[in-house]
């Protein structure tokens, strides 16, 4: 079945760094979409970035443009979002997923997703 696992979050400072991975498998991985979403504890879950199937197209959120950066390597079936200067208000369960999609584009749309990972915990200190 179709696993998307996702890993790199934990503790840091204000201004500091990390990088997400996640792994996918049970999926033709370069036939896929890929995003990361977030949601902070009372929020609805939100848009971070997302990479199109050749990884040729990118598209990242105004709030985290200029600071995080999504790529993928379709040869490891793995999607990254590396996160710098990092604020309190960057705090949030990260979430990747994928979207099965015969065109190369990037999709931004939370429901038009297929695959979610169980999320990992990204709380960023004052």
């Known amino acids: 079945q179709v696993q998307l696992v996702e890993s790199g979050g934990g503790l840091v400072q204000a201004g500091g760094s990390l990088r997400l991975s996640c792994a996918a498998s049970?999926?033709?991985?370069?036939?896929?979409?890929m995003g990361w979403f977030r949601q902070a504890p009372g929020k609805e879950r939100e848009f971070v970035a997302g990479?199109?199937?050749?990884?040729?197209?990118?598209l990242h959120a105004d709030s985290v443009k200029g600071r995080f950066t999504i790529s993928r390597d379709n040869t490891k079936n793995t999607v990254y979002l590396q996160m710098n200067s990092l604020k309190p208000e960057d705090t949030a369960v990260y979430y990747c997923?994928?979207?099965?999609?015969?065109?190369?584009?990037?999709?931004?749309?939370?429901?038009?997703?297929?695959?979610w990972g169980q999320g990992t915990q990204v709380t960023v200190s004052s």
């Open positions: 990479v199109s199937r050749s990884g040729s197209s990118l």
């Open positions: 997923a994928a979207d099965f999609r015969i065109v190369d584009k990037v999709v931004v749309i939370l429901s038009e997703y297929d695959y």
């Open positions: 049970g999926l033709t991985f370069k036939a896929y979409a």
